[in-house]
Nanobody
Framework: QVQFAESGGGLVQPGGSLTLSCIASGINARFYEMAWYRQAPGSQREFVARITSTLLEERTDYTDSVKGRFTISRNNVNDTVYLHMNSLKPEDTAVYYC????????WGKGTLVTVSS
């Protein structure tokens, strides 16, 4: 069974930074294109960032609203995917999830990021 465990969320002031982590079990995440998604209150889940599998030349892609502020990366030693978030804004408040790209199967519980003063 494929499972995703996200962590690293919390309360941060506008302009602050957080780094989220994702560990997948049941698959070797290094062989998949991985992504972060988020779901704000009252909204549908949306794509945030993705990174190619380790089998390909590394490439990343971001939704326009986070370009220049968020960076997705992966550690192939511990098979962890990260989302480094800088210059956080109140509109970044959401539950953040990781999954393969495109997202499919069961989703993890996510990690809540709250940006507020």
């Amino acid at each position: 069974q494929v499972q995703f465990a996200e962590s690293g969320g919390g309360l941060v002031q506008p302009g602050g930074s957080l780094t989220l982590s994702c560990i997948a079990s049941g698959i070797n995440a290094r062989f998949y294109e991985m992504a972060w998604y988020r779901q704000a209150p009252g909204s549908q889940r949306e794509f945030v960032a993705r990174i190619t599998s380790t089998l390909l030349e590394e490439r990343t892609d971001y939704t326009d609203s986070v370009k220049g502020r968020f960076t997705i990366s992966r550690n192939n030693v511990n098979d962890t995917v990260y989302l480094h978030m800088n210059s956080l804004k109140p509109e970044d408040t959401a539950v953040y999830y990781c999954n393969r790209f495109p997202g499919r199967g069961d989703w993890g519980k996510g990690t809540l990021v709250t940006v507020s003063s």
